[in-house]
């Protein structure tokens, strides 16, 4: 019986869930444009675990979105995460955030489709991209066609995949909607990452025991930090 705390800090949308083994007990988020992290993640992770009966000490593992993302987003939740760890002695799992974003994808709700496309806004016409396919066989329901990457965004982007239907989830949808060409098969959908899709991800790496080295992790921001 497994009790995880998952945190996803890598956009605006500041997110904690309690897991235990299969099952989701709570998600508390606050999606207030701006980054108010750093005075609301705590208060979440102490309401979350006290609101449902636990204390900090029940905990068996603490999950992180990884990144890429927000600089200071992934900074307040990897410290806090880092920290949780080392005052309880418990393993850091890692969850890729693009891959977790992907998981918010429903065919019921958005139609079959044959490319998953998560992405986030890496500023001004770049965007952090994730590609994933729907597998059924898979684990998670979805397998990685290629590694994550940064992205400038032309007219012409995609257009050599323009007869498949795409879906683009995330933040930076808007921007890319209004940039590309010929789109006519693919969908748009506005979505943040969310530390329930980063629990789902974390459970399972958990019991496999694929976990991080606290002492040295650190997030995965894909480019490198400049002021401006």
Known sequence: MALLLALETTTTNCSVAL???EKLIDLIEDR??????????????????ED????????????ISKGPGSYTGLRIGVSAAKGLCYALGVPLIAV???EALAMRYNKETHGEVDKIISCLDARRMEVYAGFY?????????????????????EADSFQDEK????????????????????????????AQPSAKEVGILAMRKYKISDVEDVAYFEPFYLKDFKLG
Do not use: C, M
Request: hydrophobic residues 40%.
């Open 19 to 21: 897991w235990k083994d």
């Open 96 to 98: 890729d955030t693009l």
């Open 32 to 49: 207030t444009p701006g980054y108010s992290h750093a005075e609301l993640l705590h208060t979440f992770i102490q309401k979350i675990i």
């Open 133 to 153: 396919s729907v597998n059924s066989k898979s684990d998670t329901g979805l397998t990685t066609i290629k590694p994550v990457e940064a992205l400038i965004i």
């Open 52 to 63: 449902n009966g636990f204390s900090l000490k029940s905990l068996d593992a603490v999950a």
């Open 163 to 190: 007869s498949q239907r795409l879906l683009f989830l995330g933040e930076a949808t808007s921007k890319l909607s209004e940039k590309l060409t010929s789109k006519d098969n693919f969908t748009f959908v506005e």
